[in-house]
């Protein structure tokens, strides 16, 4: 069976977790990148780094690694992620620190609520950005490293997110 004929056979809802929710990353990302962003082997690490980058009138720039196992399914949307969630960090001037990224993942939570209102969709995205942001981060922060299969620790995420008492 051919590649083209595989895909044919699986719809993106079999690789991805939400598939509107990767509706609306793209949808996002082109709003506020609307002239795009670029992808390399090397990207901008620190948020020195990126606000130099995006300071000096630079394309936006994210990291090609590290997209095998997400929760987008495809490589392309988890880039637009990235830009986008790096375009909040340079925008709000929040930095990388654990309190930055809470307030990147606020702003973005913000432009979902934005774009598509409050909602149940909406609520249940902005916990899936909470787990894809903040949750990654106290892993990272815990181990040293990112989780090798972000789709698996997100789900289990959200999982214990649905069963803790509000």
């Known amino acids: ?17 939400d598939i509107h929710f990767n509706a609306a990353v793209l949808t996002i990302c082109s709003r506020v990148l609307p002239g795009g962003f670029d992808v390399a082997d090397d990207a901008p690490e620190t948020y020195d780094e990126l606000i130099a980058h995006l300071d000096a009138g630079a394309r936006m720039l994210v990291y090609r690694g590290g997209s095998e196992r997400t929760i987008y399914g495809d490589p392309e949307v988890n880039y637009a992620f990235r830009a986008w969630h790096d375009w909040c960090h340079w925008r709000g001037r929040h930095d990388f620190s654990p309190e930055g990224e809470r ?23 902005r916990r899936i950005l909470h787990a894809e942001i903040i ?7 815990r181990h040293g490293v990112f989780p090798d299969d972000q789709r698996a620790y997100v789900e289990s995420y ?9």
């Open 1 to 17: 069976m051919s590649s083209i004929q595989s895909i044919q056979v699986c719809a993106l809802s079999d690789f991805a977790l």
């Open 103 to 125: 307030a990147a993942c606020a702003m973005q939570g913000d432009h979902l609520v934005t774009v598509y209102g409050e909602s149940s969709q909406t609520r249940r995205w």
């Open 135 to 141: 949750g990654q981060r106290e892993y990272f922060d």
């Open 158 to 166: 959200l999982r214990a997110d649905t069963q803790a008492p509000e």
